[in-house]
C-alpha cells in the first residue's frame, strides 16, 4: 500500500492525511510553519518576483518555516514545471530563514516521483505528500493505525499535518513515538497545545497570533492564551462565512495584512468585489482589519 | 420553529442537539453529570430496585446530577410509562443528593408535553429535550445561532449539551451569554476544560476520573490533567473499538465499576460472549479494568 | 436481529426500508397503493371525519389499498392513540374497498407490539414496519440479503416497500422467490415497470396517472407510458423545488387535486402562503394545477 | 464558471459529471462507447503494442467508439506524456472503425488546455472532461440545469456521460434539447432505454450484452430484453463484490473475454491472486466465465 520507490516514498489510498518525509532520521521541523499561497497576477501567471517580500514577511512575524504547494498554494492547479520553479523560488527567498517543505503529492505516482526528486536535488527541508484525490481508499484505517504501518514500511516517514478537526485522534497520534504531528486546524490550536502539540501549519496572517498564543501557553498564563484564542477564533469564523478555502484566505490576507498576492486559478474563484467588501467590513467590524500588518 | 406550549416548549428541526430547560431564571446545573443506563433484567424489563444503588455510587464517585431517559438510557426505546416511571425512581432514590435532568424528546410533541408536564409535576430539576429523528430538518442553523434564536423565543431555554466533536463549535457556544454550555464529549475534555467550559455530561464509569481531571486543571497542573486525560483516552479508545452505544458502555460499566446494570432493549443488543469476554481482556490487559471500583 | 414477539415481528437496526408482513402464507397486496396524509384541523387534531370522502376519492383514482401511519401521514408525529384510531377510522371509511396496510414503526418495540396487535384486532390487511430512527444499524446488509435472512427468521414477512433510488437494488430484490417488491419512488416508475415490478405505494394525488401509465405499459405502448411518466416527472420536480415532504405533498394533494387535507403537526411546518402560492403559480404554468381532480 | 480559452473548454466546479465537446455543431457520438483501460505490462508502463488486438476486440463486439484516458483507464494515474501518447495509439489502432473520444479532465486548466489541443491536433472525435478532484464546487447546480448553462457559455458543448445512479436526473437530462446523453451505469441500461436513452459508455467485456439487449429492445421484445438485463445485472453483481473499479474490471476482463491487458498502477492495486481466484470461481460458478470471448 505504501510502497518506496528509489528512496522517494508515496503515499496511496489515504484521504485527508498530509505526511511529512526527510532523509533525516532525527528529523523534526520547527515548530510554526506558513502554508503560504501561490502569489499571482491578474493574468493567472506566478507572480515570482513577490515571494522575496512574502519570505521577509513570514520571517517577521515569527514563522519558522514553510509548506508550499498546497491546498492553500492551489498545488493541484499548477503545473509540474510550476511547482518546481516555486519550490525554487521559495528556496532562493527564504536564504536559509525558513525551512522549506515541498507537498509533492499529486494523482499520479511518476509526477510525485518527479517532484521529490526535484525537491531533494535543490535542496528542499523535506517533502510532503497528500494521498491522491481522484481514486479514493476501498478501506480506511485510522489515523494513528495508518502513521503506525507507514513508519514501518517508509523509512522517511517523519511526521504528519492533522487537518481533521477530531482531538481524540489528534491525541491519539500525539502518542505515537518518533511521530512529529504538527496541527492543522488554527482554530483550535489552543485545544492542542494544552494535549502537548505545539507545531504547527498556519495561514499567512496568523504568524504573531500563533506565536503569542504558544508563548503565553508556555509561560503558564491559560487566561491570556484563552483571550488570543478567541481572536483567531473570530477571525475564522468570518473566514468560514466566506468559504475558507485558497480564494477566501488570499483575500484574507489582503484585509488583515496588507499584503496582496493576487487572484486565485481556475477550478477557484476570486472573491466578487462584493463579497470582497462585504468580507472587509466584517473584519472592520470586528476591529480586526489590518491586524497582522507589521508595526 | 421553536414554539412554546402551555409553558412547555419542543426544540423542532435540529439534529445532535439536546437543550436544556428549567423555569429557573438563573438557572445553571452543577458541573458533573451522569447519564445513567437504565437498568434491565434478563427479560428485558426495568430493574427500578437497582437505582438506589446505582444513585449511592454516583454520589460517591463525585456526581451531582443525572441526565436521564438519553441516548445511554435507551430512551427511545421505553415507553412513556416506563420513562415517566424511571423518573420518578430517580428522584426518589436521589433523595435529593443529585439533580435530576429529565429528557422529554421524542417524535412526537404531543408525547413530549406529557413528559414535560409529568417531569414538572414530580420535581424534576429541569428538563432537556433532543430534536425529533424522524423528520430530519431542511436547513440547518449552526449551534451557537441556534442558541441564540431559541433563548429569545423559549423562556426557559437555559442550556447545551454539546456532543459534536467540533471543538470551533463548542468554543462559540462558550461566548453566548447566559446559556451555560455542557461538553458531551468526555474523550476531549481536557480540550474543553481549556476553553473555559467545566461542567460534563459523561458515562457513569468516569466520574473520580472527570473529577481528578477538573481538580488537577483547576489547580494549575497541566501535566497532571493531561495524564488524566490520557486514562480517559485509553477508556474511549477500548470503547470505540466496540461500537460506543449503550449496549457497549453498559458492558463497560460492569467491568469499570463492578455494577451489572443488565442487557440492554432492542433495536439494541446485548455484547455476545465472546465480544464482552475480548473487550474484558482488552481492559484488563491496559490495566483498566475496575479502576472505576469503590475502594 | 430480527426477532419475533409473541406472533408479531419487530424489524431491528436497519434504515430505509419498509417491510410488510401478514400471517396469511400466499399473501400479496393489490398493486395500487395510497400513502395518504392525515387530515389534520387548523388546530392540529386529527380530522376524522375528512377519512369517508378521502377514501371514496382514492377508490375512484383506481387506488385498491392504503398504506397508513407512515412518513407521509406524520406516523410518528402521533401518539399510539392517534394511529390506533385512524387505523380504525380507515378501515370503517374503506368499508372493504381498499386494502389497509398499517404502518406500527415506531421507536419503541414495546409500541410497536402494541400498535400490531391493535391492527390484527380490528382486520387491518397487513402490518408494516419502518425500522427504528434513534438508534441506527452499526452494520447494514444490503437490502436483498436482508430480505432473504429476515423471510427465513419471520414466518409473516412478505413484502418490501423499497424507496431507494437504486434500480439494481430493486432489481436484485425483485428476484427474490415469493417476496413482493412495492416500488416507493413513483418518478421512476416506468424504470421500474420495464424490470417487472408492478406494484406501487405513490400519493393521494397520482392515481390515475400511475393507472394510466401501467394500463398502457401493459398494452405495450412503450412511447405512451413514456409520456404519461414525464407528465409524473414534472410535478415531481416541481414537488422537490419544496422539499419534498409531508409538508410539500399536503399542499400539493390540494392544488392538483382540489383536496384539503390541513396543515401538518410539529415538527413540520405548513408551507407559508408564500411558498404555496409559488408553488400553484409553477403548477398552474406548467399546466398541471387540477390535473387529478375528479371529473 | 466554464470559461472557454483559446477555442477550448474547461469545466469548473461540478463533481461527477463528465461532459463531451466537439467542434461540430451537430455532433452525436454513435451509440455504442467503449471506456477501455490502459494495457500495462507487469512492471507498470503501458503496453502500446496491445492496442491494436483491444480495438479488434471491441469493433468485433459491436463498440462504435472508445473513451479513452478515464476513470477505467486510470487517467488520473498517467502523466500528461503517457495521456498524450495513448491518444495517438487509440487512434492509430482504430484506423477509422472507433470514434475516438479523448478525456483531458485533470486538476489543472493548464494542463487540460494541453490535453484538449494535443487531442485535436491528432485528430480525436471529441473531447470530454471531468471536473477537477481535488477542489470541490462549493456550491452545485443540479445536472440538467448545470447543462442549460454551459451550452450557453461553451460553444462546444455536446454532450454528457451520466454516471449517477438516479434515473429522475438522467430523465431530467434527456429532456435538454440537442443535448446528447450517455448512461454511464451499464446496470440499469433498460431502465435508461426504457426512457429514450440509448447511448452507453460501457466496459470492454459489455459489447455484445448491451448491443443485443438495445437490438431486443428496439424490437419491442420486452421479456428478452429483461433477461438480458439479467446477465448484465449478474456480473455487475459480482463486480461489485470485488470493489468495482479499475482494478477489478481489469480482472473480470481477463475473466470474461479472456484479455490480458495487465496490472494496475498505483494507488490501484492489482487484485490478489487469491482475491483473482475467488472472482473467477463466482463467475465460474454463475457460468459466466468467457461469456465475452469472441467466438
Keep these: ?11 496511496t489510498q489515504l484521504s485527508r492525511r498530509l505526511v511529512i518525509m526527510s532523509k533525516l532520521a532525527n528529523f523534526h521541523v520547527k515548530e510554526q510553519i506558513c502554508a503560504p499561497f501561490t502569489p499571482m497576477k491578474d493574468d493567472g501567471e506566478i507572480n515570482h518576483s513577490f515571494v522575496k517580500t512574502y519570505a521577509d514577511y513570514l520571517v517577521q512575524t515569527h514563522f519558522t518555516g514553510v509548506f508550499i504547494n498546497g491546498s492553500m498554494a492551489e498545488g493541484s492547479s499548477l503545473t509540474l514545471d510550476e511547482r518546481k520553479r516555486m519550490a525554487e523560488t521559495w528556496i532562493e527567498s527564504s536564504d536559509g530563514r525558513l525551512e522549506v517543505i515541498v507537498h509533492v503529492g499529486t494523482n499520479c505516482i511518476k509526477d510525485s516521483q518527479e517532484l521529490a526528486k526535484h525537491a531533494e536535488k535543490i535542496g528542499a527541508t523535506a517533502i510532503a505528500a497528500f494521498s491522491p484525490s481522484y481514486y479514493k481508499p476501498e478501506n480506511e484505517v485510522n489515523t494513528r493505525k495508518f502513521c503506525e504501518l507507514a513508519m514501518k514500511k517508509i523509512p522517511s516517514f517523519r511526521g504528519l499535518k492533522h487537518s481533521k478537526r477530531e482531538m481524540p485522534s489528534l491525541h491519539d497520534c500525539s502518542m505515537v513515538e518518533n511521530l512529529q504531528v504538527l496541527v492543522g486546524t488554527d482554530f483550535q490550536y489552543l485545544s492542542s497545545l494544552v494535549l502537548g502539540v505545539k507545531g504547527i501549519v498556519t495561514a499567512s496572517y496568523l504568524g504573531n497570533i500563533t506565536y503569542d498564543m504558544r508563548t503565553a501557553f508556555e509561560a503558564g498564563d491559560i487566561e491570556k492564551t484563552r483571550d488570543i484564542q ?12 466566506y468559504g475558507g478555502s485558497a480564494r477566501t484566505c488570499k483575500a484574507m490576507f489582503n484585509i488583515l495584512s ?24 466584517d473584519f472592520t467590524d470586528a476591529g480586526l482589519a489590518g491586524i497582522a500588518k507589521l508595526k
Design 230 to 241: 478567541k481572536i483567531s477564533h473570530r477571525i475564522n469564523n468570518i473566514r468560514f462565512k
Design 1 to 11: 500500500m505504501i510502497p518506496t520507490y528509489r528512496g522517494y516514498c508515496m503515499i
Design 258 to 281: 496588507g499584503m496582496d498576492v493576487g487572484p486565485v486559478r481556475l477550478p477557484l474563484r476570486k472573491l466578487t468585489t462584493e463579497e470582497f467588501e462585504n468580507m472587509k467590513k
